[in-house]
Nanobody, 124 residues
Framework: VQLQASGGGLVQAGGSLRLSCVTSGGTFPRYGMGWFRQAPGKEREFVAASGGITYYADSVKGRFTISRDSAKSTVYLQMSSLKPEDTAVYYC?????????????????????WGQGTLVTVSS
């Protein structure tokens, strides 16, 4: 299974971006999908997931929306009201096991496949 993330870029604070992640080589509708991010000097953190449930990190709730298009084997992350602290490399990930638990869906070790990352930079 391969994941290809795109859509990152430079945006001013308050702006919007939409990230895309196309999967290939697997059965997309059966996967749990997630977005994570890693800011410079920080550990990778959970952002959003779509599987048995849809779940968001508190830091992005109300500003980010995860969605998926099974016909295109693609998961999206619509990001609005962006803040400088959203600056990071964003990674998409796929899990063979669809989780219904908020305890597991946000753990990066629950995901089996990872994309290469796309950089989002939010200027103040």
């Amino acid at each position: 299974v391969q994941l290809q993330a795109s859509g990152g870029g430079l945006v001013q604070a308050g702006g919007s971006l939409r990230l895309s992640c196309v999967t290939s080589g697997g059965t997309f509708p059966r996967y749990g999908m997630g977005w994570f991010r890693q800011a410079p000097g920080k550990e990778r953190e959970f952002v959003a997931a779509s599987g048995g449930i849809t779940y968001y990190a508190d830091s992005v709730k109300g500003r980010f929306t995860i969605s998926r298009d099974s016909a295109k084997s693609t998961v999206y992350l619509q990001m609005s009201s962006l803040k400088p602290e959203d600056t990071a490399v964003y990674y998409c990930a796929a899990s063979r096991v669809v989780s219904y638990s908020v305890l597991t869906i946000r753990r990066d070790d629950e995901y089996d496949y990872w994309g290469q990352g796309t950089l989002v930079t939010v200027s103040s």
